[in-house]
């Protein structure tokens, strides 16, 4: 089997080492076919920079890939980002990032929630029935830009709750009925495999995949898309064996994305 690997980040986002080229390397080594580069997006603005790439290291960014497909011309290497969807960038994702600089493809990601004017923190601050309901709001708002080729770590939410409950399947039936409506592929993600695990009533379990999650994607007519989210060289394609197995166990229909491939990796 040829892998194909949409979400990885490299040091610029102050959380991941290695650079493009590494990436591409070790993912060459691991039987790749495809392997996109989608660092956490620069903002003009600069928002959130604890967290991302300075906006002045954007071309530096798009140099770094362009080079790993220069370098590592055996795979095809994507040039992506992940992007938190803010209606004020919306334009600039479009124009700048997918026009004029001709990025592969943009992931939509919440790892911020808008509620009442202020963005909380998706992995840590989703605990009540308000804050999952604007947070399966916002993702649903970001598929409809048609914007995204899909939606990272839908269920990241696990990652605040004790358990899954009626409240957390509200929010996946809401996440899950806009993907299905919009068309738009959601995210299984390796990245919480190895995140500390969560100490919960019924036991311990990792933040993500959370199963019951898509356990309940079976029941729509969703596709998926499994994905490293490698922030070292070395997790280039970790987790992707057991991605799949949740693919298979319940019987999700894998999003094709190779319309993102070009003809050729021939440089402008």
Not at 191 to 201: A, E, K
Request: net charge negative.
């Amino acid at each position: 089997m040829f892998w194909k690997n949409y979400h990885a980040h490299t040091y610029r986002c102050k959380h991941a080492k290695g650079d493009a080229v590494h990436f591409a390397r070790a993912a060459r080594a691991g039987g790749a076919s495809v392997y996109g580069m989608s660092d956490h997006a620069a903002l003009p603005d600069n928002r959130w920079n604890n967290v991302r790439m300075a906006h002045q290291e954007l071309n530096d960014y798009v140099a770094a890939v362009r080079y790993a497909r220069t370098e590592v011309p055996e795979i095809t290497v994507l040039l992506g980002m992940e992007c938190e969807d803010v209606p004020e960038f919306r334009s600039y994702y479009k124009e700048e990032l997918l026009g004029r600089r001709h990025f592969d493809y943009l992931i939509g990601a919440g790892h911020y929630t808008p509620l009442e004017g202020e963005w909380l923190n998706s992995f840590s601050e989703l605990t009540n029935a308000r804050a999952l309901r604007a947070y399966s709001d916002h993702l649903a708002e970001m598929m409809v830009t048609g914007l995204y080729a899909f939606i990272a770590h839908p269920d990241v939410y696990g990652a605040c709750l004790d358990r899954w409950n009626a409240e957390a399947a509200a929010c996946a039936r809401d996440i899950l009925a806009a993907a299905a409506e919009t068309n738009t592929p959601l995210e299984i993600n390796g990245n919480g495999l190895h995140r500390h695990p969560i100490h919960t009533s019924e036991g311990t379990r990792v933040p993500y995949p959370w199963k019951p999650f898509w356990e309940l994607a079976a029941e729509y007519p969703v596709t998926v898309i499994c994905n490293s989210d490698a922030h070292r060289p070395e997790d280039a394609l970790r987790g992707l064996s057991e991605l799949h197995a949740i693919a298979e166990e319940n019987g999700l229909t894998l999003a094709d994305l190779s319309y993102l491939e070009p003809p050729n990796q021939a440089v402008a």
